[in-house]
């Protein structure tokens, strides 16, 4: 999104927020350049939502201010507080002269509490803008990504192939702060060579551990059987258990990568190359959420790859081991070690999609 820090600052209550910390770390600095904002300044105070309340922030804020035109006071880390059932901050009693930024910082867990961060978040934009304040909300842009390593590239004096640049975004899960992080390591690695290449992404990058998972069951779904391990073990290397690598991100993953493959193959069966050009009585079966129509441009062309390969009879059976997998893991059937159990889903997985010989 494009960031007018001019209008901003016509608002008493300011929140950043969004997935992609690049950019709302950049917008936020850039704000307070505009606001003439700096660190030590005495009208400034600073919060941490989870040792703070927001009774707290609109006192500071409606403190009268010293030496400067407006009182500012900057929370950190807003979604740790979670509003209360019927609270309601008092945002909309702050002062002229009040200036209140509340930032929505990266926050770590497993996919169940980065969804409830979600519904954080979006109690918080609706109070913010209840209030009258601005929500700002900074999302990943793979296309804008991809220009933006581009450039990071060149400033650092070199080149990089269109592939790598791809990969890289991939393997960062189209996080331009991860990715901008990674070629730091890139630029070290290839000391003496001008150009960052494709195989040098893979060897250093230490991807997400979705696009682990994704190249695991991609591997599975082309007949690469050694690749599909080797990224299993890859996942299991920083699981103390096998059980826990499974429930928390394998399971939940790969089973949402089947939903997208079987929403990919109606679409081909409606002779459509993209979810975007599906007609109505394709598109209106996509579910609200893992719908395909909302992901990442540089994961629908692989699926739609894949999902042409495959009949809805496979993906069907594809599912039915992920539910045999879970249930072995669970002790509902007999099973061996957790990792026997998950190199037998996908050997598995790759004989119901493996044409036979």
Excluded at 235 to 254: W, Y
Excluded at 312 to 317: A, K, N, T, V
Aim: proline share 4%.
């Amino acid at each position: 999104m494009t960031f007018q820090p001019e209008k901003a600052l016509k608002h008493r209550v300011v929140m950043f927020g969004g997935d992609e910390e690049a950019w709302r770390q950049s917008a936020l600095q850039e704000f307070l350049v505009a606001a003439q904002i700096q660190k030590d300044d005495f009208d400034l105070q600073t919060f941490n939502a989870d040792e703070s309340t927001p009774m707290d922030w609109c006192a500071a804020a409606g403190t009268l201010p010293f030496l400067a035109e407006r009182r500012t006071v900057i929370v950190r880390h807003l979604l740790r507080r979670d509003l209360e059932k019927g609270e309601k901050p008092k945002f909309e009693m702050l002062p002229e002269y009040a200036l209140l930024i509340l930032v929505a910082d990266d926050e770590s867990g497993d996919e169940n509490r980065q969804g409830r961060l979600k519904t954080l978040r979006k109690n918080w934009e609706k109070a913010v803008s209840t209030a009258g304040g601005l929500s700002l909300t900074f999302d990943p842009d793979p296309k804008a990504v991809k220009e933006e390593i581009k450039r990071a590239v060149t400033k650092l004096g070199k080149t990089i192939s269109e592939q790598a640049a791809t990969t890289l975004m991939e393997m960062t899960g189209g996080s331009l702060s991860r990715a901008l992080d990674e070629l730091q390591k890139l630029d070290l690695f290839v000391v003496g060579q001008n150009q960052i290449r494709e195989s040098d992404v893979k060897e250093v990058v230490m991807p997400s551990r979705e696009w682990n998972v994704y190249r695991m069951v991609d591997s599975v779904f082309v007949g690469q059987m050694q690749e599909a391990l080797s990224q299993l073990r890859i996942l299991m290397s920083s699981a103390t258990k096998a059980e826990e690598a499974a429930f928390s991100r394998i399971l939940p993953t790969v089973s949402r990568h089947l939903r997208l493959l079987w929403q990919a193959r109606a679409c081909v069966e409606a002779n459509c190359s993209s979810p975007n050009l599906a007609p109505e009585s394709v598109s209106r079966l996509f579910p609200e959420k893992n719908s395909i129509a909302k992901e990442q441009p540089y994961r629908l062309g692989p699926l739609m790859k894949t999902a042409a390969r495959l009949s809805f009879s496979q993906i069907e059976r594809c599912f039915a081991i992920v539910a045999d997998t879970d249930a072995r893991l669970k002790g509902s059937l007999s099973s061996f070690s957790g990792l026997d159990t998950l190199e037998r889903m996908l050997l598995e997985m790759s004989a119901v999609v493996t044409p036979p010989r």
